[in-house]
């Protein structure tokens, strides 16, 4: 019997150094981030036979500005929340089958009722023009804008002035709010501080996925997304090892791509050292710009700085309300239109300043008893640091002015709020390409472009900000790290890895 027990726990030791030395011939690769993009690079480098791979996550979970929580007895994203588009879309593409996802009819819940500061509902066909109006605008700007080098606001402003003017029954200082209103509306997409300081090749330089810009998840939230890239869902059997390859609470404070032995070192908060043939480097372009100057040795190549400091990131920010019941019209936002003595109050009282910034309050698809009030730029910053309580009060006595005359507003039965630009791990939500960047003549696929030694990618770089077509999208960022993975299953005979 002694025999037989020593005999087993050999051929387990065989099994072990056999593994080791399997992983031990394969290049180390650390992937910095464990959001979507990180998640994808890594997925498709097990699935191509890369297994001595690690990611180091910031963050106390995965998903990076992918955040599903529970609130209010269901799913809701802090994060990214729509799919936009489906042809293309990888999010789509992989999702939809299993029967995640819903597209929306018609207008999709862009139908909005339209409220002023002074509590007065503007009627309801006025509103449904006004929409096609916009959607109209927006179309046109997709040819007007080619070769423009101005911004978005050079062309949007004067349009919209010209086609409200039209409607006789809108006077000058009407008009003057309802251009505001559509500037909030306009770029929401961009998380702005305002259009003029959105390149026109923006808009025209992002590539719109054919389909449905706002397809919602059911039952389910974005992070969804997560489990079908780790095959943890539909199939847990099936799970990929990236868990078990993850460690959170590791925020990476130096990334050494000059150490020796053609190696990168990596160093952690927490003092822990890894060292990589190849590493992957996802955290947003926010805490690029807040951190390139420390976070790389040596200093990034002039090319790659110019990049990071010239485009832009953009801040937004959510406020989710629960109410017991629902109190508002069915498929129907609510969208605001400041009178312009109370927007000049607003602007000049420092602490309700940023409440100009919020835009509507948004039903949410399958949530029934929540509305989502959505903050722009400067507001969006400005709301994070004040106290919970505080913002909460102060955007709940928004929604009473201008829409309590209208319904029977009830008292919310919980909130909930986002923190993207103060939490040091994001520093925003998503980039865009700004004036700034247009004068800096700066690309996302400058900052895609990877640092080499010896002609092979040492640090290599993905994301969202990364995506010369999707930037701002969860599958952008996916499609990022896809690329980076390729990257090395190109540089590697794959085949030989996976025997």
Known sequence: MGNVIIHRLYNVALIVCLIHLTLGDQPKIIIIGAGPAGIAAASKLYEHGFHNLTILEAESRIGGRVYTTWFDESWVDLGGQSVHGETGNIVFQIASP?????????????????????????????ADDLLELYLNVSAIAEKALEGNNGSMGDFFAPEFSRELLKYQTFNETVVKGLIKMFEGLTISTDSADNWNNISAKNFVGYADCPGSEIVNWKD?????????LMKKYPNPEEELPIMNNT??????VNVNYNATDKKVLIETNNGQKYTADHVIVTPSLGVLKEQYETLFTPQLPESKVKTIKGLSMGSAAKIYFAFKEPWWPANRSLVLLWDETDRREYEND???????????FTVVPHRPRLLR??????????????PESQAFDEAFALLDK?????????KPTGHLRTNWNTNKHFRGAYSFRSMESERA??????????????????????GEATNSQHWSTVHGAIDSGFREADRLIELYNTKNLSK
């Open 247 to 252: 460690l959170l609470n590791s925020e990476v």
């Open 350 to 360: 420092p602490s309700k300043k940023w409440l100009l910034d919020l835009i509507s």
């Open 373 to 386: 009030a959505w903050i722009n730029g400067a507001g969006a910053r400005y709301m994070e640091t004040l």
């Open 220 to 228: 389910r939230g974005y992070g969804t997304i997560l489990d079908i």
């Open 402 to 410: 201008f829409f309590g005359k209208s319904y029977n507003i009830t």
């Open 441 to 462: 003549d700066v690309w996302a696929n400058e900052l895609a472009a990877p640092l080499l030694l010896d002609g092979k990618p040492i640090v290599m770089f993905a």
């Open 98 to 126: 299993l029967g995640l996802l819903e597209v929306p009819d018609g207008n999709g819940g862009l139908d909005f009722n339209i409220h002023d500061s002074k509590g007065s509902q503007l009627p309801v066909d006025i």
